[in-house]
């Protein structure tokens, strides 16, 4: 197991009907003047806006609404963000929303703090990072990204061409509170629903498959919530008001990417790095039905370089039994057993599905290797890209 430091500050606060106590909350926390943050309807439309919006004046809390975030957020309406707080004097961040939302506000977070634009934040390593934010807090209303707990904030720059999808890593950026009531997702659509299924198992999976010896514990705590959320996931699919599996799917979302699962493992993320380029530019692709197609390419292109660990997954999670005379048997039976589950769960798993078609691969290549090979077993450059797109056809 490597060194490692583990702090995930986030408070949470998890269950039904807990929205009265948001307003008190954000109070305690020093809140004055509110931005709220949401999407494109659909906390209108479940009356989630509003029962936030109560709870904040029963705490005498003075907000402003900022509502029209979409999937990809984009870095011009952060700025639009980072304007309107500045003019009112906003100095709170609530979103409500997914990933989309929470992302729009973090990097608005950041942008008021530092007086910086964020995009000079957003890095895959090679810029600095921004030491300090105004605070957020989330309202979830989606189970997938975990950008309710995470370091992460995936901001999409449309002001250049093309478009450019990367994330701002910082501990700065984490929530400092996420209010996480399993029955604001309710609504969420199976697709939805599907997306958010694969992108929590990516984020366990791709701090599990990382070439490095054992971290037994961890490990184990990663195959918990990957049987939790493929179980979960099918109750929820076929009955998207079952309350217990939309718990443990969104308390899921939430320790699939607050780091818990990669303490004493390295943070590569090949198959993300694959992935943001595609809905960057396909903005019409949803970032879980991306991995949906990608992941298992990759693993069938990489597993040779870590056959026992891709093996133990496939015993553990998948029920495959083992092969001791040939794990690497067992390794791609498990790989084709998830990609079965992704069928099932209605995501796509061929390039064709996401309207990606081979004239399409060389701009994604190239965007994908602009600042170099994606770091896996191996260094993934446009040979190896190629390779694993055919994977996926
Ligand atoms: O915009 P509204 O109307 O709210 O509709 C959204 C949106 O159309 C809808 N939705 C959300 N909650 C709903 C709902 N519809 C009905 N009922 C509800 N309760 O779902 C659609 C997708 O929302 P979005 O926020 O885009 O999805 P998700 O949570 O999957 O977030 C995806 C974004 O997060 C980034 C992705 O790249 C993508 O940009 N990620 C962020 C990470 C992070 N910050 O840590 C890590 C992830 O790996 C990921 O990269
Ligand atoms: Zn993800």
């Not at 921004?130 to 309710?148: D, K, M, R």
């Not at 299924?197 to 791709?206: A, F, L, S, Y």
Request: hydrophobic content about 40%; aromatic content about 8%; glycine content about 10%.
């Amino acid at each position: 197991m490597k060194n490692f430091t583990y702090c995930a500050p986030t408070k949470v606060v998890f269950g039904r009907d807990i929205e009265p106590q948001i307003g008190p909350e954000l109070k305690a926390l020093g809140a004055t003047r509110v931005l709220v943050h949401f999407g494109g309807g659909s906390v209108q439309r479940s009356g989630l806006l509003d029962k936030v919006l109560s709870s904040l004046d029963a705490a005498g809390l003075s907000h402003i609404e900022l509502g029209g975030v979409s999937p990809n957020p984009k870095l011009s309406f952060v700025r639009e963000g980072i304007e309107l707080c500045r003019r009112e004097g906003v100095d709170f961040l609530l979103a409500v929303g997914g990933g989309s939302v929470i992302d729009s506000a973090k990097a608005i977070g950041v942008g008021l703090a530092t007086g910086n634009d964020p995009w000079q934040y957003a890095s895959t390593g090679t810029r600095p990072e921004p030491h300090e934010t105004f605070p957020v807090a989330t309202v979830l209303t989606l189970a997938a990204a975990g950008s309710e707990m995470s370091n992460s904030d995936v901001i999409t720059n449309d002001l250049v061409t093309p478009w450019v999808k990367v994330g701002i890593t910082s501990e700065t950026v984490r929530p400092v509170i996420s209010f996480l009531n399993p029955e604001n997702t309710f609504t969420v659509s199976k697709f939805q629903t599907g997306c958010g299924i694969v992108d929590i198992m990516m984020h366990t999976m791709e701090r599990y498959l990382t070439g490095e010896g054992n971290a037994m514990l961890t490990e184990r705590l990663a195959e918990a919530i990957l049987t939790t959320v493929r179980d979960a996931g099918r109750r929820a699919i076929n009955n998207p008001r079952d309350y217990d599996a939309r718990a443990d799917l969104m308390w899921a979302s939430s320790l699939s990417h607050n780091d818990l699962t990669g303490c004493g493992k390295t943070r590569k993320f090949p198959v993300h790095k694959l992935e943001h380029p595609f809905s960057a530019l396909h903005d019409n692709i949803a970032h879980g039905a991306g991995l949906s197609v990608l992941f298992p390419a990759w693993a069938k292109f990489v597993v040779r370089y870590d056959t026992m660990k891709f093996a133990q997954l496939a015993e553990r999670v998948w029920g495959c039994p083992m092969d001791y005379d040939c794990p690497e048997r067992t390794a791609r039976a498990g790989i084709d057993a998830m990609q079965r589950y992704f069928m099932e769960i209605g995501m796509p798993i061929h390039l064709h599905e996401l309207g990606i078609l081979p004239k399409d691969y060389q701009p994604i290549i190239d965007l994908t290797t602009a600042k170099g090979p994606v770091k896996s077993y191996i260094d993934l450059g446009p040979e190896e890209i190629h390779a694993i797109y055919l994977l996926a056809e």
